[in-house]
């Protein structure tokens, strides 16, 4: 649908002209498309989110799996975080987990605005997916976490564009499962980090925890992105 205004006398684009100044509007329509073949803008694509993805996955790591050890990955910007937008993946915590349990973030990106969170509360392993702030699906483990060495972890399956499956496991048993229908394509935030053992931006859902959130029985953090 193309529309044309009179910025001689319209300067607000009120009034749409394109009825009334057919042979105009077909002289602009002919430049568009020649300056439009000339730069390279075809094929016109009214799907930004999969362009924008592919844009933010330039600078991103581009190994299969990926390894933290915390400390070493606090304050990551975006952009070099594991590339797991529209794309299946794993986030794997291994811990050491004390008699008397202990909560804390696990792994994180994104904040108040969109992103993810895999995290211990209350001895149960929870998994947070924030969707721009106006859809939060949470996963809470049906088990408790056990004292002494164990491996906690999230599969996000791919079942279409930019939505899947999210399954959380306690040393291999499946523990709790939902369906994201939609996932965000481009930047969770453009102030908020990825983050591993602690989250001290923004909470991804302010209601179930409190910043600074921290786990001190996070030994090592493995992402595996598997490429479609």
């Known amino acids: 649908m193309w529309e044309l205004y009179d910025l001689r006398k ?3 684009q009120s009034n749409n002209v394109a009825d009334k100044c057919p042979e105009k509007l077909a002289e602009l329509k002919a430049l568009f498309d020649k300056e439009a073949t000339a730069n390279n803008v075809y094929p016109l694509d009214g799907d930004l989110g ?5 844009l933010q996955a330039i600078a991103a790591p581009q190994d299969a799996e990926l390894v933290y050890y ?4 606090i304050r990551v910007h975006e952009s070099v975080s594991p590339p797991i937008k529209n ?3 794993e986030l794997i915590a291994e811990v050491n987990m004390p008699e008397d349990g202990e909560d804390g973030m696990l792994v994180t990106a994104g904040g108040r605005t969109a992103g993810y969170a895999l995290f211990v509360k209350n001895g149960r392993l929870t998994y947070v997916y924030n969707y ?12 408790v ?7 906690l972890s999230m599969k996000f399956t791919k079942t279409g564009n930019f939505e899947g499956d999210a399954e959380i496991f306690i040393n291999d048993k499946s523990v709790g499962k939902a369906h994201l229908d939609k996932t965000v394509p481009a930047t969770f935030s453009i102030e908020e980090t990825f983050d591993v053992g602690e989250d001290t931006g923004s909470p991804i859902i302010e209601d179930v925890y409190a910043v600074p959130f921290r786990s001190k029985s996070l030994q090592k953090l493995t992402v595996k992105v598997i490429k479609d």
């Open 145 to 151: 976490v056990p004292a002494g060495k164990s491996t």
């Open 10 to 12: 319209d300067f607000s």
């Open 50 to 54: 999969p362009r924008l993805a592919a």
């Open 132 to 143: 721009l702030g106006m859809k939060r699906t949470m996963i809470t483990s049906t088990e």
């Open 70 to 73: 915390p400390s070493a990955a």
């Open 87 to 89: 794309k299946s993946h």
